[in-house]
């Protein structure tokens, strides 16, 4: 122990004594430690922290699929859930969860949340009971939705101040008075959630009523169902009864699924569900963290090397007075530790900063991102960090440091020629490989963003520009007869109203409705051809289905390419007028007008609606997936709860935000608005995940850039300095400056074209990682790698040349003399 | 350059004063020195007295602070850097009394450097090379590196490197210095067959047995050459 502290003493006095050395060295790896604390963080909360609901393992999502379509978890239909709570002998239970949007009134400042209907067995299925008051029971329901909810800790902080009299309260959920029975415990999520907006109200609704115009329709599929398995039962049996009763209902239910499209019932851990998407993305960035931890401990071990040879008259002298090799690595060790210590310490500090920024930054796409945060996993993973990067950083050194030719150190012989490269080859070995992951970091970053500017350019279909948008849910109460905007005719009498209040706006140059924003999500409706059924190899047609009023395509300036946009259609018998968009047409109508063409909505006995236009492609679901067939009608025909409307502005679209909110509230001052925002933002949203994984390999390859080049400058301001002499006989023999230039550039320049070499190959073996997170360019773009490798070569010749330069002004006498 | 030029090296009032902070030291005043073609002059003196001051000038690795200095008809005092390493290239061979071979080189590759900085095509290269190493007796240790040669055979090596260009003329700073009396006599031997066939040394020493291999001694002193001094075996 006595050792310890001894060796610590000397520790610290020996690198107070080279400030510069020590504030270079902990600064290199606080950043190093602290860019990987801080993707742990997200890794931690995200990937590795058990969900918080009781036996997590036991829990699985339920979904369906149409492999034909390329369709994986979709939401599955009351019937189904109840079939497999019966019939899935593996589930000891499962409970369904139906999102909604819901408004809240009566109690201080409308607002719109996102709620879901729950079975009543929700949370005794999770295994969370409220933190305050009860849980649901079957009669909550009361056959159909009950009047009961239970909220979210931070709505009840947000609404009621956190107040325990707020249980038995009575609010308005859409019109309906609901009491408040229970609060969640803080930090409970719900398990399958919009990143975006977390949900903060439930309410009971009976899943098994038989009304077919309720829920009883195995092909209404709203339902994200989690099911918990009996204990010691597997994934792969809850899969085989799916499979049975797929097999059963396709003979069962032929109308509801569909053998052509491939419907299928999946089940998968719930873990798995939640973040089995984003796995690649963080450990790529743990990956890149990675590279950038090993950049800064070779740049460290770089420096303690320079500085051994320095020091190695003191070790020799250690060694020569009795010392061990053993105590002079521990001695040396001590060293790397404390400054690995240090640098963790401050790298903690810059993760405690990271981690809030990554929340902020990840919160609009990554499941859990509000988990994230340092707790005592991460605090391990440092202090593991600290301890792996000290000893690998340090021990290199330290065991050649330990083992000097004490007769040459000491009597200072071995004049007759210049050093030798032993120490050389190691750190020139430590530079090659922080070129290599330099440029595989940098190769990621480059593919990302030349991904990420193919996205930004891709067309939406629409000009963004100048557009708000905003949104609105118009109640819809339990008993949705005795709301106030039940009727088609209640609904298009608020949105004239509304539609006629932001006109009068100044600067509301245009304002139109859609049902939906793209980029928000799906609509997906299945329809026929008159005249031309389906083939029975065909899977069924399906189309995104976007009811707007008949200015919405000038509006949105999408360009009508044949025929007309929607009328008015203000007569309800009239047929539907029905626009396509470009690919619907070349489809169906390779050759030929589809202008005129009769379609019928949504099945056998659905509306019947004629071609009257086609407009360009929207891309209405992902800006990374082309258009899909999609076809518009007029939102006067189909009118629902929720609209959008998009307003064309004459200046900055937010800064007409407060005048459009108030007059909509002159129509209605109980109806919340929200996702008031630029559609240049709604844009944005749909980027993010791209964007974060971007931003966050930028960074980190800018980082394992700038550490690299530090190194290549280090290492060959180091090796000039030791060159100085061999300089001084080059020029006594005749070189020229031009030759030392070339001496100096030549040696840099050869181990950064290794490196450049290993790290290309580098890069090609790990482009396979990337490839998910690519739009529009190869993992293996020649161009990106050459840029790159180019840059990063440019920049090193750079580094070289300032060491070069001065070696060109060595003046030889000195260099003779001084030797 | 034509060795016929008579004197081969004329130094004129040759100065050399060092600035450190704000002291002055004059490590050379007014020199005045000829060096005939193919003569064999031993520069000697105490420490300190400016012996390698005048080698560094004589050999263009420094310049006079005063004075001229005319080097086979060429004055090449007011040189620029470039130039002056393109003449050393050409004209002049050193030997270091450290040896100073390039530890990262092989033997053969130490004595090519200066012809490749000369400039020369790589066979020509070769046959020069060959030929020097061939002259000190080191032919066969061609490939080895210098750690792997005694003292004796590493001073051999930096002659033959000094002398594979064939310079005007060739400056030795204290050539057996570091060697023991054995391997010092046989480098002085050497650098006699050199001059025997024509080469023109200078060579600085300390050591009293070797002044008399030259023909003619300059002593210096303070920084100036001690007249009445020099000796001219030749002359005597």
Not at chain 1, 613 to 641: C, H, N, W, Y
Not at chain 1, 701 to 729: C, D, K
Not at chain 2, 217 to 223: A, E, M, N
Request: charge should be positive.
């Amino acid at each position: 122990m006595d050792a310890f502290w001894r060796d610590l003493r000397f520790a610290l006095r020996g690198l107070g004594r080279s400030p510069a050395f020590t504030a270079i060295a902990v600064l290199t790896l606080a950043l190093g430690i602290g860019a990987n604390t801080a993707i742990f963080s997200v890794v931690n909360a995200v990937l590795l922290r058990p969900l918080a609901y009781a036996e997590p393992d036991r829990l699985v999502a339920l979904s369906s699929g149409f492999s034909a379509r390329g369709v994986t978890n979709a939401p599955i239909s009351a019937p189904e859930l109840n079939d497999y709570r019966r019939e899935v002998d593996a589930l000891q239970d499962a409970s369904g969860a139906w999102p909604i949007n819901i408004n809240l009134t009566g109690y201080g400042e409308p607002e719109r949340i996102a709620a879901a209907v729950v079975s009543p067995n929700f949370f005794s299925v999770l295994g969370v009971p409220p933190a305050l008051g009860r849980d649901f029971t079957n009669a909550d329901a009361g056959g159909r939705i009950g009047y009961v909810a239970l909220i979210s800790y931070e709505l009840w902080q947000r609404r009621f101040g956190g107040d325990p009299s707020a249980i038995g309260k009575t609010v308005r959920l859409d019109d309906d008075p609901m009491t408040i029975i229970g609060v969640m415990p803080k930090g409970f999520r719900h398990p399958i959630e919009n990143t975006a907006s977390p949900l903060e109200l439930w309410a009971p609704i009976d899943l098994t009523n038989p009304d077919p115009d309720f829920v009883n329709n195995r092909q209404a599929r709203v339902l994200s169902v989690v099911g918990r398995m009996k204990p010691g039962r597997t994934v792969a049996e809850v899969q085989r009864s799916l499979d049975a009763l797929r097999d059963r209902w396709y003979e069962q239910y032929p109308d509801a699924y569909s053998r052509s499209a491939g419907w299928r019932a999946d089940v998968l851990p719930l873990p798995e569900r939640l973040v089995g998407k984003v796995r690649p993305a963080l450990l790529i960035l743990l990956g890149a963290v990675g590279c950038v931890l090993l950049i800064g401990c070779a740049n460290v071990a770089n420096l303690l090397l320079a500085r051994a040879t320095t020091r190695g008259r003191e070790i020799a002298i250690r060694t020569a007075m009795g010392g061990t090799r053993r105590s002079i690595i521990r001695q040396l060790l001590t060293e790397s530790l404390v400054l690995a210590a240090l640098g963790g310490a401050l790298g903690l500090l810059i993760a405690v900063w990271g981690t809030s920024a990554l929340s902020d930054l990840a919160a609009v796409y990554l499941p859990r991102a509000r988990e994230i945060g340092i707790d005592r996993p991460v605090l391990a993973f440092t202090a593991a960090l600290i301890l792996v990067t000290g000893v690998g950083f340090g021990l290199l050194p330290a065991l050649q440091a330990s083992r000097p030719d004490l007769q040459s150190v000491l009597k200072d012989s071995g004049k007759g020629m210049t050093a030798g490269a032993r120490r050389n080859r190691l750190r020139s070995g430590l530079v090659v490989l922080e070129v290599a992951l330099a440029l595989v970091l940098l190769a990621g970053a480059g593919l990302l963003l030349r991904s990420f500017e193919r996205l930004v350019r891709v067309e939406p279909g629409f000009n963004p520009d100048g557009l708000l948008t905003l949104q609105i849910w118009l109640p819809w109460p339990n008993a949705p007869e005795k709301g106030r905007y039940f009727t088609p005719r209640q609904r298009l009498g608020f949105y004239d109203r509304t539609v006629a209040a932001v006109e009068a706006v100044p600067g509301a140059r245009q304002v139109a409705l859609a049902a939906q924003l793209p980029l928000r999500g799906q609509n997906e409706i299945g329809f026929d051809i008159v005249d031309r059924p389906v083939d029975p190899d065909e899977p069924s047609r399906t189309a995104e289905f976007r009811p707007v009023t008949a200015n919405y395509f000038e509006a949105m300036e999408i360009p009508l390419i044949r025929g007309r946009t929607v009328g008015v259609q203000s007569d309800s018998t009239a047929p539907v007028d029905a626009v396509i968009n470009r690919t619907m047409a070349a489809k169906y109508w390779p050759n030929e007008d589809p202008v005129g063409r009769q379609l019928r909505l949504f099945g056998p006995k659905g509306p019947l609606a004629n071609i009257v236009g086609v407009v360009g492609d929207v891309r209405q679901v992902r800006l990374d997936l082309p258009a899909k067939e999609e076809i518009f009608v007029s939102m006067r025909r189909f009118t629902f709860q929720q609209a959008a409307f998009v307003i064309r502005t004459d200046g900055r679209p937010d800064e007409l935000a407060g005048a459009v909110t108030r007059a909509i509230r002159t129509v209605d001052p109980e109806q919340p608005i929200f996702g008031v925002m630029p559609m240049t933002r709604v844009l944005a949203d749909a980027g993010a995940e791209r964007r974060f994984s971007l931003l966050l390999l930028t960074l980190f390859a800018g980082i394992a850039f700038v550490l690299s080049v530090i190194g290549i400058y280090g290492v060959m301001a180091y090796a000039t300095s030791q060159r100085r002499h061999e300089i001084g006989i080059r020029m006594a023999l005749g070189a020229g400056s031009r030759e030392v230039l070339g001496l100096v550039l030549g040696q840099g320049m050869r181990l950064v074209g290794i490196g450049l070499v290993l790290g290309l190959s580098g890069a090609w073996a790990l482009s396979r990682v990337l490839t998910s997170q690519l739009y529009g360019v190869s993992a293996r773009d020649p161009l990106t790698y050459l840029t790159v490798a180019m840059l990063l070569g440019a920049v090193a010749l750079a580094a070289s040349y300032l060491p070069a330069r001065r070696a060109m002004r060595v003046d030889p006498m000195s260099s003779l003399r001084s030797e | 350059m034509a060795l016929a030029i008579d004197p081969l090296i004329r130094l004129g009032g040759i100065s050399k004063i060092f600035h450190t902070d704000e002291v002055e030291t004059h490590a050379l005043s007014k020199i005045d020195l000829d060096i005939r073609a193919g003569e064999y002059v031993a520069v000697c003196g105490p420490s300190g007295c400016g012996k390698t001051s005048l080698l560094s000038i004589l050999g263009l690795l420094d310049t006079p602070s005063e004075g001229s200095y005319v080097l086979a008809g060429e004055p090449v005092s007011t040189l620029s850097a470039a130039q002056r390493a393109r003449v050393r290239a050409r004209a002049i061979g050193f030997i270091f009394q450290a040896f100073n071979l390039i530890g990262d080189l092989t033997v053969y590759e130490n004595v090519a450097l200066p012809l490749k900085y000369r400039g020369m095509g790589a066979e020509e290269r070769r046959g020069a090379a060959h030929e020097a190493l061939e002259r000190v007796g080191l032919l066969h240790r061609l490939h080895h590196y210098p750690a792997q040669l005694s003292g004796g055979q590493q001073q051999r090596a930096a002659v033959a490197r000094a002398v594979a260009g064939k310079p005007v003329v060739l400056l030795a700073d204290e050539p057996t210095g570091n060697l023991d009396s054995g391997s010092g006599s046989d480098v002085m031997a050497l650098l006699r067959e050199l001059h025997q066939g024509g080469a023109t040394l200078i060579v600085v020493t300390h050591d009293p047995r070797y002044l008399r291999e030259a023909q003619r001694s300059v002593y210096l002193f303070d920084g100036r050459l001690v007249p009445g001094a020099h000796t001219d075996r030749e002359v005597a």
